[in-house]
């Protein structure tokens, strides 16, 4: 027999909860590694102060993100709030303010970029789950998938249900 709705909807509530824990876990993490990307790529080495500004600056970000991202996620499919990753691109400030206060110069972005995340000046925003963390690959495919599953279910019942 075949799960009802119900249990669908109940599997991806799961399964948000659980993408959102990963991604806070994560975010900070995320943020330093970049850093110390862009470092590299500016020829600097990263002082033990600035390291622990780039911290806090982080941590700070962090804080920030992960609610906003777990709303995302755990919301009700039909409430049209949008990805999780649009909020990540777009609540990056504190971080980047921290980079241009630290003098790293930004990066060559494509003019999509420019256009649409202006602010995001050192290209930090993820276009996947896997650009914060390889690990969370899988996890955030499963929750678009069963995200998807939800949506297009809810719509099959609501139309045989108009058919009756």
Same mark, same amino acid.
Request: aromatic content about 6%; cysteine-free.
């Given at each position: 027999?075949?799960?009802?709705?119900?249990?669908?909807?109940?599997?991806?509530?799961?399964?948000?909860?659980?993408?959102?824990?990963? /991604?806070? %876990?994560?975010?900070?993490?995320?943020?330093?590694? !970049?850093?110390?990307?862009? !470092?590299?790529?500016?020829?600097?080495?990263?002082?033990?102060?600035?390291? !622990?500004?780039?911290?806090?600056?982080?941590? &700070?970000? !962090?804080?920030?993100?992960?609610?906003?991202?777990?709303?995302?996620?755990?919301?009700?499919?039909?409430?049209?709030?949008?990805?999780?990753?649009?909020? /990540?691109?777009?609540?990056?400030?504190?971080?980047?303010?921290?980079?241009?206060?630290? %003098?790293? &110069?930004?990066?060559?972005?494509?003019?999509?970029?420019?256009?649409?995340?202006?602010? *995001?000046?050192? *290209?930090?925003?993820?276009?996947?789950?896997?650009?914060?963390?390889?690990?969370?690959?899988?996890?955030?495919?499963?929750?678009?998938?069963?995200?998807?599953?939800?949506?297009?279910?809810?719509?099959?019942? &609501?139309?045989?249900?108009?058919?009756?």
């Amino acid at each position: 027999m075949e799960a009802g709705l119900e249990h669908d909807e109940n599997r991806l509530r799961e399964l948000s909860v659980d993408l959102a824990d990963q /991604i806070a %876990g994560l975010l900070v993490g995320w943020l330093i590694s !970049a850093a110390f990307r862009l !470092a590299e790529a500016n020829g600097r080495t990263l002082r033990d102060d600035e390291t !622990a500004q780039l911290r806090d600056a982080a941590e &700070a970000t !962090a804080a920030r993100l992960a609610p906003g991202v777990r709303h995302v996620l755990t919301a009700d499919v039909d409430a049209g709030l949008g990805s999780p990753l649009a909020v /990540i691109r777009t609540g990056t400030g504190p971080f980047t303010s921290e980079l241009v206060e630290l %003098g790293f &110069a930004a990066v060559a972005r494509d003019e999509f970029a420019r256009r649409h995340f202006p602010e *995001d000046l050192y *290209d930090l925003g993820p276009a996947s789950f896997a650009d914060i963390d390889p690990t969370l690959h899988e996890p955030g495919l499963e929750w678009g998938a069963a995200r998807a599953h939800v949506h297009l279910r809810r719509r099959r019942e &609501a139309e045989a249900e108009e058919r009756r």
